[in-house]
């Protein structure tokens, strides 16, 4: 058989594909065979890779050496250089911000090297759109052990030894899900998976979709085996086309193979997957309303009980399962349930993926055990702060659900009851990072108005009461604050909990408690001095020069936009303010924090 | 594509790992052919096919084969670099289409230096 020398896997994850890495990818295989190297040179284009601040990211194998940020004018140089002559091109290596220097190969980058991979364990090593590579990492063989090994109590025993909890953020234990719905009487069953992701800032789900769709299907499959079901949906935003492109190819090829449809390896069992666009909802990420929006019906939550293991899909016993968490069944089937509970801690087993956004150095998606701490994921996987002068404030924890988590408590471990003390929810990973110049009522209101907006309207405590909660965090953030409003915040969050039908009203005044709970002081600020101390919310602020902590340096002068600001050398500047338009731009730019 | 059963799932393995082993490390033979502008103008790039058609002709996923520049002498090309895990490199000189293949079989295979074409010891 024909063999290639060299490998050069291309991310083409959503994150680098938007950086240029199809026009990479197109100019790379072009250069290859002008230099008739193309069947000496394996070009193959992964799924997300992780790293996707420094995208488009190339790994050549054998040697395992890193690319960042590549552009199509890089191609000539690489494959003269690296291919042919075996000279790795340093210019383009990763610099590690820590270390100043040059770091090519991938496993000595603390992004990846503190980084712990099971859902994601392919990331970036095969093809993506190929079964065959799949098969080739073990793939669909935990399938064919179910199948052919195991009773559908034992496939559920397995499960229920590891210790997996949902990780679409309630957590709840999944064996015992799939048990429920096993014992559950009814000839039909469904298996569904919930792939809306919803979260802002989250993109766990999509990048495990793209880059090992494979997991989903076969993880899905196997619990099928489990409760007796022949037919199952994938549930997935229309948003996430490639996701959705290269999960139907999976489904394709798996059809092809014998590995879905109807007596599958062989071995008389039948099983059938379909995808269901869905149209961009945060509500239908609630399962009661993803159910409905299936059968083609408005999504809106239904009360429970029943729950959907006894009453789902067209009130068929059904069990709904995150991404994430199918992605982690394949292994479980063929390790063992011993095995993955024998990493974490006793309260939280297994890895936890987090989508890493905001001020970070790393943004990018990261795998960790359970148990490692907060601060570690910032700092050591994330690279910290990227602006020098700022510090860190808080991260967001669970996106609109959630809660964030100041300094004092970044020493939490990622554990479901330890974040719950901190004041925040694993949620399903979206990690937000915060520096001193996010304003936290700005946050509050930020999470409230996609709450508001994403309320189905069908109980009123979460139709109008996050409306008002709405209306008063925004009257705060404009100076008209009183100081009554801070407790009529706290009340209405309470009976907004408390009377919601479903999770979104009942976690989404989350954002502004924690926000209370740690940094009232900011929130007094705004209603009582009138002050907006990160310098965000406009109408706070009087774009007024700090002559003391001024150091003369004329960086704002330089960046107004409209000439609104003089200064001279040693002097200090002046903002006219007939002429500031309050872009704040010369706020954003100070390093001093010297403007008012 | 016929349906599978469970037994072509390894099958489909085999073949595929034959492949994709390359990323995955732990390689126990390594030959370096020296593609500098003097390499090639010699020849290189026919031993570089030589050597990743006598592979393709095997099962083993645990050889490497990489290019590199110059190796510094000039007149010695076409060269190639072959090492065996633990052992000292062995650098070959002046190589055609079957020395090349020799060398592939008897030391990348079965570990017998080629002694009469071996250029020197060691790295520089
Ligand atoms: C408003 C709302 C939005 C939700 N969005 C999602 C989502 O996007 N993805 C997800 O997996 N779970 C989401 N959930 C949780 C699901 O209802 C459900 O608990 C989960 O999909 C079950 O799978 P798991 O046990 O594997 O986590 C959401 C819940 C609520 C209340």
């Given at each position: 058989?024909?063999?290639?020398?060299?490998?050069?896997?291309?991310?083409?994850?959503?994150?680098?594909?938007?950086?240029?890495?199809?026009?990479?990818?197109?100019?790379?295989?072009?250069?290859?065979?002008?230099?008739?190297?193309?069947?000496?040179?394996?070009?193959?284009?992964?799924?997300?890779?992780?790293?996707?601040?420094?995208?488009?990211?190339?790994?050549?194998?054998?040697?395992?050496?890193?690319?960042?940020?590549?552009?199509?004018?890089?191609?000539?140089?690489?494959?003269?250089?690296?291919?042919?002559?075996?000279?790795?091109?340093?210019?383009?290596?990763?610099?590690?911000?820590?270390?100043?220097?040059?770091?090519?190969?991938?496993?000595?980058?603390?992004?990846?090297?503190?980084?712990?991979?099971?859902?994601?364990?392919?990331?970036?090593?095969?093809?993506?759109?190929?079964?065959?590579?799949?098969?080739?990492?073990?793939?669909?063989?935990?399938?064919?052990?179910?199948?052919?090994?195991m009773t559908p109590e034992e496939i559920v025993d397995e499960v229920k030894k590891s210790d997996l909890r949902g990780r679409g953020g309630g957590g709840f234990p999944t064996g015992l899900k799939w048990e429920f719905c096993q014992k559950a009487p009814g000839e039909q069953k469904f298996v569904l998976c919930n792939a809306d992701e919803g979260d802002p800032g989250a993109f766990m789900d999509r990048s495990i979709l793209e880059a090992d769709p494979h997991s989903v299907v076969e993880g899905m499959t196997i619990a099928a085996k489990a409760i007796g079901s022949s037919v199952g949906y994938v549930y997935c935003r229309a948003e996430y086309p490639l996701a959705v492109y290269r999960l139907q190819l999976a489904i394709d090829q798996a059809k092809e193979y014998g590995l879905l449809g109807t007596n599958i390896l062989d071995t008389g069992f039948d099983f059938d997957l379909h995808?269901?666009?869905?149209?961009?909802?945060?509500?239908?990420?609630?399962?009661?309303?993803?159910?409905?929006?299936?059968?083609?019906?408005?999504?809106?939550?239904?009360?429970?009980?029943?729950?959907?293991?006894?009453?789902?899909?067209?009130?068929?016993?059904?069990?709904?399962?995150?991404?994430?968490?199918?992605?982690?069944?394949?292994?479980?089937?063929?390790?063992?349930?011993?095995?993955?509970?024998?990493?974490?801690?006793?309260?939280?087993?297994?890895?936890?993926?987090?989508?890493?956004?905001?001020?970070?150095?790393?943004?990018?998606?990261?795998?960790?055990?359970?148990?490692?701490?907060?601060?570690?994921?910032?700092?050591?996987?994330?690279?910290?702060?990227?602006?020098?002068?700022?510090?860190?404030?808080?991260?967001?924890?669970?996106?609109?659900?959630?809660?964030?988590?100041?300094?004092?408590?970044?020493?939490?471990?990622?554990?479901?009851?330890?974040?719950?003390?901190?004041?925040?929810?694993?949620?399903?990973?979206?990690?937000?990072?915060?520096?001193?110049?996010?304003?936290?009522?700005?946050?509050?209101?930020?999470?409230?108005?996609?709450?508001?907006?994403?309320?189905?309207?069908?109980?009123?405590?979460?139709?109008?009461?996050?409306?008002?909660?709405?209306?008063?965090?925004?009257?705060?953030?404009?100076?008209?604050?009183?100081?009554?409003?801070?407790?009529?915040?706290?009340?209405?969050?309470?009976?907004?909990?408390?009377?919601?039908?479903?999770?979104?009203?009942?976690?989404?005044?989350?954002?502004?408690?924690?926000?209370?709970?740690?940094?009232?002081?900011?929130y007094e600020a705004h209603v009582i001095d009138k002050k907006c101390p990160a310098r965000t919310c406009v109408a706070l602020l009087d774009f007024v020069v700090n002559e003391e902590a001024c150091t003369k340096c004329g960086v704002c002068f330089r960046a107004c936009p409209v000439d609104a600001i003089s200064w001279k050398k040693k002097e200090p500047a002046f903002i006219h303010l007939d002429k500031c338009i309050q872009c704040k731009t010369c706020i954003d730019k100070c390093k001093f924090d010297a403007i008012d | 594509m016929a349906k599978l059963k469970i037994s072509d799932l390894a099958k489909i393995k085999d073949r595929v790992h034959q492949d994709t082993s390359l990323r995955e490390g732990g390689a126990q033979v390594k030959i370096t052919v020296h593609m500098g502008t003097c390499g090639i103008a010699s020849g290189a790039r026919t031993i570089l096919n030589t050597v990743m058609d006598a592979l393709g002709e095997t099962e083993r996923t645990d050889i490497i084969v990489t290019t590199s520049g110059c190796a510094g002498l000039c007149s010695h090309e076409p060269m190639l670099t072959l090492e065996r895990l633990g052992e000292e490199p062995i650098k070959y000189a002046k190589l055609d289409e079957a020395k090349a293949r020799q060398i592939f079989m008897r030391h990348a295979l079965e570990g017998e230096v080629q002694t009469d074409w071996a250029l020197a010891k060691g790295t520089e």
């Open positions: 058989m024909k063999r290639f020398r060299m490998h050069m896997l291309i991310c083409g994850g959503t994150g680098c594909q938007a950086a240029g890495s199809v026009e990479f990818k197109e100019a790379l295989e072009a250069e290859l065979k002008k230099q008739d190297a193309s069947d000496e040179v394996a070009v193959v284009e992964t799924g997300c890779n992780g790293f996707c601040a420094m995208g488009p990211v190339l790994v050549t194998y054998p040697e395992g050496i890193f690319y960042v940020g590549l552009t199509d004018k890089d191609v000539p140089e690489l494959v003269e250089e690296h291919v042919l002559k075996g000279r790795p091109v340093e210019r383009l290596f990763y610099k590690e911000p820590s270390a100043k220097e040059l770091i090519p190969e991938m496993n000595d980058i603390p992004f990846f090297a503190h980084q712990e991979l099971i859902a994601l364990r392919n990331r970036g090593v095969l093809d993506a759109e190929s079964i065959d590579e799949y098969i080739a990492r073990d793939g669909y063989q935990a399938l064919a052990q179910a199948l052919t090994q995808i269901y666009q869905g149209a961009g909802a945060f509500v239908c990420g609630e399962e009661t309303a993803l159910m409905r929006s299936i059968e083609g019906k408005r999504g809106m939550p239904r009360p429970r009980p029943p729950f959907p293991a006894q009453a789902g899909l067209w009130n068929k016993p059904t069990i709904l399962n995150n991404v994430e968490t199918w992605a982690n069944i394949p292994q479980i089937i063929s390790k063992g349930g011993d095995w993955y509970a024998s990493i974490g801690t006793e309260d939280s087993k297994g890895t936890k993926v987090f989508a890493l956004t905001g001020h970070i150095h790393n943004i990018g998606l990261v795998e960790v055990p359970m148990g490692t701490t907060i601060r570690s994921i910032i700092y050591d996987i994330g690279g910290g702060i990227p602006k020098k002068h700022r510090k860190f404030k808080a991260v967001q924890l669970g996106g609109p659900s959630g809660g964030c988590i100041p300094e004092e408590y970044l020493d939490t471990p990622c554990e479901y009851d330890a974040i719950v003390k901190a004041g925040a929810i694993m949620g399903s990973g979206g990690m937000i990072v915060m520096d001193d110049s996010t304003c936290m009522v700005d946050m509050a209101r930020f999470f409230m108005d996609f709450v508001q907006d994403e309320s189905c309207g069908k109980c009123t405590p979460c139709r109008e009461g996050t409306r008002r909660m709405l209306q008063i965090l925004e009257k705060i953030c404009d100076g008209k604050g009183e100081v009554s409003d801070i407790e009529t915040l706290e009340e209405l969050s309470a009976t907004i909990q408390e009377a919601s039908l479903c999770g979104l009203g009942q976690t989404g005044p989350n954002p502004v408690l924690s926000t209370l709970r740690y940094f009232k002081e900011e | -």
